[in-house]
Nanobody, 123 residues
Framework: QVQLVESGGGLVQPGGSLRLSCAAS????????IGWFRQAPGKEREGFSC????????YYALSVKGRFTISRDNAKNTVYLQMNSLKPEDTAVYYC????????????????WGQGTQVIVSS
């Protein structure tokens, strides 16, 4: 059974950091592109990064580039999203998902999603 489970969300002050985890089971992470998405209150879900299974590179949207970093622990079959210099506008529910393709910085063709984890950036 394919499953993705996110964790690590919470409340953080502006300028702070959080690390989210996306643990996979039922498949190996490097067999799919892995995308990160977020949905802010009242807004559509947006994809902001995609790690390609083809070249291993991660692509970031300008809104997070330089602040967010994706890493992977193959032994744990887990992908991490390190978020630094957080801003109030980063407040959202964050999701990871598998993908069949990458278009620009976004992973598309998302088959499997995690349940999401809430991130609130507020003083």
């Amino acid at each position: 059974q394919v499953q993705l489970v996110e964790s690590g969300g919470g409340l953080v002050q502006p300028g702070g950091s959080l690390r989210l985890s996306c643990a996979a089971s039922g498949f190996t992470l490097d067999s799919y592109h892995i995308g990160w998405f977020r949905q802010a209150p009242g807004k559509e879900r947006e994809g902001f990064s995609c790690t390609s299974s083809s070249d291993g590179r991660t692509y970031y949207a300008l809104s997070v580039k330089g602040r967010f970093t994706i890493s992977r622990d193959n032994a744990k079959n887990t992908v991490y999203l390190q978020m630094n210099s957080l801003k109030p506008e980063d407040t959202a529910v964050y999701y990871c998902a598998t993908a069949t393709a990458r278009v620009g910085v976004k992973c598309v063709g998302n088959d499997y999603w995690g349940q999401g984890t809430q991130v609130i950036v507020s003083s």
